[in-house]
């Protein structure tokens, strides 16, 4: 057993009271996303600096505490707070909170965050069903020895992103009457923001947002055989040729106001999505 895989398996153990006879469904709280748990009921709050070996939070906009209980009638447990290579997190750190939660019998992860908007048809205040990615961070969580019973060497990447879920996100969107763009998501390692050149070339490599997270929790989760949806709040548009300045403060503003409208989607689709295995 590797270390971490030991690692994992102790957090994991320190839940086990508050886990349920009934598969969790995981939520990842995006950048200002933070509200989306509001209406959760009868859960247990855990501040990852109680669960044995977690890293913990130093990002604006991000508490540090994993919530386990009912929302949407699942059994859910939300990872309210998440780590950014850009704060100097490992790869690996960033996916310790991921194979917590498929230790747990997690077989759907449900990811939100906050993003910039690439494509000049997006708004800010807009939501983004990801499609597909780009990894552009230079990083990859699964760099070193394989842990083979967590998932293969070279995990396929065809579809990261579950077409059964990103079906049902834009029909529950569709009913619900709430815009849903879909589109490709450009992760980037961050801090600083892109330049309006950068911004002209990852539009043209095909990105209609771009954010510095995600991409480290969806490809853990794809290599541990987990259905992955993944929205984001697209918090500022970036025109290369009309190129403003965005401030981290209305990047979290903005991505608050998306919240209900999110939290109201999210809902809808947990209620009706299908738990496999
Ligand atoms: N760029 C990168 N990450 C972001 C942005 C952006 O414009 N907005 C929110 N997250």
């Given amino acids: 057993m590797t270390e971490m895989k030991a690692k994992v398996e102790e957090a994991a153990e320190s839940l086990r009271p508050y886990i349920r006879d009934e598969q969790p469904v995981g939520l990842v709280l995006g950048t200002g996303l933070g509200t989306l748990v509001e209406a959760m009921e009868h859960y247990v709050a855990v501040p990852y600096g109680d669960i044995p070996h977690h890293p913990v939070c130093t990002a604006p906009g991000h508490q540090g505490r994993m919530l386990l209980g009912e929302w949407a009638g699942r059994f859910v447990i939300a990872l309210d707070g998440r780590f950014h290579l850009y704060e100097g997190y490992t790869p690996k750190t960033i996916s310790f909170p991921i194979r917590v939660l498929r230790t747990l019998g997690t077989k759907m992860v449900v990811i939100s965050n906050a993003a910039g908007g690439l494509n000049p048809d997006f708004k800010a205040g807009d939501l983004m069903v990801i499609a597909d990615h780009i990894n552009l961070t230079g990083q990859n969580p699964l760099v070193g ?38 589109g490709v998501y450009a992760g980037v390692l961050g801090p600083s923001l892109e330049t309006a050149a950068e911004t002209r070339f990852l539009k043209m490599a095909g990105a209609d947002a771009v954010g510095m997270s995600t991409i480290m929790e969806v490809i853990t989760a794809v290599h541990a055989g987990m259905d992955v949806l993944a929205i984001s709040a697209i918090t500022n548009v970036n025109l290369p040729d009309c190129y403003r300045p965005a401030e981290i403060e209305d990047i979290i503003r903005t991505a608050a106001l998306s919240g209900p409208t999110l939290s109201r989607l999210l809902e809808k689709v947990i209620k009706q999505c299908p738990l496999t295995g």
């Fill in 145 to 182: 020895a394989n842990q083979d019973d967590w998932g293969v060497r070279f995990p396929d990447m065809t579809e990261p992103y579950s077409k059964n879920l990103l079906e049902l996100a834009e029909k529950t969107a569709l009913s619900e009457a709430i815009k849903l763009h879909k």
